[in-house]
């Protein structure tokens, strides 16, 4: 699915940037279809067409003067702002998320993430919550936003499951996942039912919940919500952790280095307007993003206890900071020359770009990451062990593929330059948690870097 080029946000489109987006009247842009089951837009710009666009321009209009951006040392402020719907095709009228077939179809193909949900639901058929074998025909299982290939309502069914309920708030999703239902031959085990889980009443409670609504920042489609009201309703024993696929969802963090964020600079382009609309959503493979230190848990949200999680209260407030890694700056410098050279930027300029993109600042990156069993009976070997599914490597936070996508706030209008190892990114971390499923989650990071 991931391919070799990011997928930016509809902050780059001219509206927002307020310019012709072109350089010296070259478009950068181009119509093509986008394959992120996260982040479902028409517009892509090609990381590697931009760069060799930018090549064919006077450099001066495109690069920057590291010395004109030295900080002075009481700290450079940095921050911001931006709601879960941004960058995402939101359905405002019915307020949900609607992700296109293609999407839908990059997250059934996922080899990280759907083959782990199956291993989790025939371990859960098979054994009970407490680890004891039992028959699978004797459990109700709930699929909570199923989507139109009712793929893990089908898994259980399949595994010998009694009965499945399976919910979708997408109609148009719902209706598809009625077909694909009676194309497979199990109207009778599956029941599709449509509308937002907090407006509908089961018939009946359920044994346990397979529940993949997991954003790039995990709780943006709003997890929180939905699961503290499924938690309270629908099932028998909802305080189990092995009654829920998966138990947990978190979200890491990381201060990063981008790109185009050092390449195309003021006047032409206006980074302070994509700061105020949407973050950057990034290829789970995409080399145009490196870290510049280790990852911090931002987001430990339990399926099976949401109320004491440390994301369960309305505004969650985190403090946090990062110390730059010199090791891991020298590492980028390498990365980012082979992008530069792959973007056939002007060959003298190469090395000075990607040494002063490397030392740069442009934000905090952050991906989730699931654990969907942290004691999963397996049901073949009979022996405990975690199933986890990481959307980038852990605990580094190097590139993998991934359907899911690293989301980058731009936090500065130009990058901060000439950072060194060991110099300390200081933020706070907060989130704005709707009581409804019908209301986004809203996000915000602000602090300072600090010099060694």
Known sequence: FCSSHE???????????????????TNLFSQSTNHD???????EISRRKALSIASSVTS??????????????????????????????FES????????????LAMKNDQSRTPLFQKAIYNRLYYDENGKPQDPETQVVLDLGTGPYALFAIIAAEAGAKKVYAIEADPQAAQLARQTIAKVGLNDIITIVEGYSSSITLPEKVDFVV??????????????????DAHKRFVKNPNSPNNWIPNRIQTYAAPASYTLHNIFTPPAYDWSKIRKEQPIRFNCRDEGLQLLS????????????????????????????????SNRIQENEKAFEKEYKNGRLPPNEISDISRDTSQSFSGIAFWPRLIIQDAAMNFDQKQKEPILVNSRQYPDGGHQRSHWQTVLPIMTDLPVFQ??????????????????????????????????
């Open 419 to 452: 950072l060194k190892g060991n110099d300390r990114i200081e933020v706070t971390w907060e989130v704005t948690d709707p009581s409804s499923v019908k209301e986004s989650p809203n996000y915000s990071i602000s602090g300072n870097i600090y010099r060694a």
């Open 93 to 104: 009228e019915n307020k949900f998320v609607q992700f296109s077939t293609s999407s839908y």
């Open 37 to 43: 089951s996260h982040h479902n837009n028409d517009i």
């Open 211 to 228: 529940a993949e609504i997991v954003g790039s920042i995990a709780s943006e489609e709003n997890a929180y919500a939905t699961i503290r």
């Open 60 to 89: 001066a209009s495109l690069l920057w003067n590291p010395e004109s951006s030295l900080a002075a040392s009481e700290g450079i402020p940095i921050e911001a702002k931006w709601s879960a719907s941004d960058g995402l095709n």
């Open 7 to 25: 997928h930016l946000s509809h902050a780059f489109q001219l509206d927002l940037l307020g310019t012709r987006h072109d350089v010296k009247n």
């Open 294 to 325: 280790n990852p911090q848990l931002v987001e430990d949200f339990s399926f099976y206890n949401p109320d004491s999680s440390p994301s369960s209260s309305s505004g969650q407030n985190k403090k946090l900071e990062f110390i730059t890694d």
